[in-house]
């Protein structure tokens, strides 16, 4: 017997049977997975977390599988490590990263699409969907080869088409759309009305977002069950927010942990910030915005899942803050010189939020806080020149070299 006990409207709270459900059928809100939490608290011990797989099934008795078979590429139970010189660099003792980059598509996006796929299996469905050009369809395409599923993904030809190259190779069938992203979205939500299609973000959405609450129960294990102070994340939909916030709840909720309550701050990019300017204005209205921004993975104006990030960052006393994207990259460049981890444009924006929040005082100098680096970010590279050193041109001669050298500081011949 498991624990999940049905799905519940976020919105007016009426219950659902588990079924490919995303929408309340009385108020439209977005549906949630529930869980009896009594009985998870009797079951789901530390001894139990400790022997589970390595990866984010461990913490299978808090999701929404009924088989004992998901689909395990090995997401999850990725490293969190401490950032010395990182610290050092920004002025702040205690910095942990949880590193996605090691998930089996480097990014964050295979916890959800683990979870989501293993449902399409429980449905019965033969073939998976998604609209995205980026990191999600490169991890359904992986997921879905290993479960033996047709993959279907659709991408606007406007957008750089180097963004989209993997997800061929593990067999999906890639669909370039002569359209704008949201024209896209919107040809995508037709096509899940009308197909026997399991678009992982539409039919599915309520189990894929269950995948981004372990990165919390991770965090908590790897800290030894005392929670950090502060959890600095990028916001893009506001998904993976939202889920880590609920996941620490879940986690306090079966006695589990020790220390004060998380503050959960979130990071997006100037020229796409509709949560940052909810959260300043001091409303719950999150207004939809066209994205102007080179971040492609933070580049999303109507984040279907902003207004529970929002409400995440202030009920934990956590803040939104945006950066431009020259002081992003300039964070991206950051890390890799500092720890040897090239991230995703998404990180950089979490570092740049961790500097702002220090400068505004915010955060205390010797607070512990983790940031979350959600993709490697080879899987991103549209802005990498503008992260990467140029590369310096000499003519071939030892007097050149060593003029060159001497220029950076260094000492010819060591």
Request: charged share 20%; with cysteine.
């Amino acid at each position: 017997m498991g624990t999940v006990t049905g799905l519940k409207c976020r919105e007016c709270g009426r219950e659902y049977d588990i079924r490919p459900i995303y929408m309340c059928e009385y108020c439209f809100g977005p549906l949630g997975v529930e869980y009896n939490m009594e009985r998870a608290g009797k079951i789901m011990t530390r001894k139990r977390i400790r022997n589970g797989p390595h990866s984010l099934w461990r913490y299978r008795d808090l999701l929404p599988l009924e088989s004992e078979t998901p689909v395990d590429l090995h997401a999850g139970f990725t490293p969190l490590a401490r950032a010395d010189r990182l610290a050092k660099r920004i002025g702040i003792k205690n910095l942990y990263l949880k590193n996605e980059c090691f998930n089996p598509t480097d990014s964050v996006k295979d916890r959800m699409v683990s979870v989501a796929v293993s449902k399409a299996l429980e449905f019965k469905y033969d073939t998976v969907a998604c609209a995205s050009a980026g990191n999600m369809s490169l991890s359904l395409a992986a997921h879905a080869a290993a479960a033996g599923l047709r993959c279907v993904i659709f991408q606007s030809a406007r957008q750089d088409a180097t963004r989209m190259t993997g997800g061929g190779v593990y067999g999906a069938e890639v669909v370039n759309v002569d359209g704008t992203p949201a024209e896209v979205n919107q040809l995508c939500a037709d096509a899940a009305a009308r197909s026997r299609w399991a678009f992982i973000n539409v039919h599915l959405r309520p189990f894929y977002a269950e995948g981004a609450k372990t990165i919390a129960f991770e965090i908590a294990e790897q800290m030894g069950y005392y929670l950090p102070g502060h959890v600095i994340a990028p916001m893009a939909s506001g998904a993976m927010l939202a889920g880590m916030a609920r996941g620490f709840r879940e986690i306090r909720a079966l006695g589990l942990v020790r220390g004060p309550e998380t503050k959960i701050s979130g990071a997006q990019a100037h020229g796409c910030s509709p949560i940052v300017k909810a959260f300043d204005e001091k409303t719950t209205v999150i207004r939809s915005v066209t994205p102007d921004t080179t971040i492609k993975s933070l580049s999303v104006g109507n984040p279907a899942d902003g207004a529970y990030a929002l409400q995440a960052i202030r009920d934990t006393g956590g803040f939104a803050t945006c950066s431009n994207d020259r002081a992003i990259m300039e964070c991206v460049r950051m890390l890799a010189e500092t720890e040897g981890v090239y991230a995703d444009p998404a990180g950089g924006a979490a570092i740049m939020a961790l500097r702002t929040l220090l400068e505004r005082k915010r955060i205390r100098v010797n607070e512990q806080v983790v940031l979350i680096i959600p993709a490697r970010g080879a899987t991103t590279p549209d802005p990498a020149e503008t992260a990467a050193r140029k590369p310096r041109t000499i003519p071939p001669s030892m007097a050149a070299l060593k003029e060159l050298l001497e220029g950076m500081g260094g000492a010819f011949g060591g």
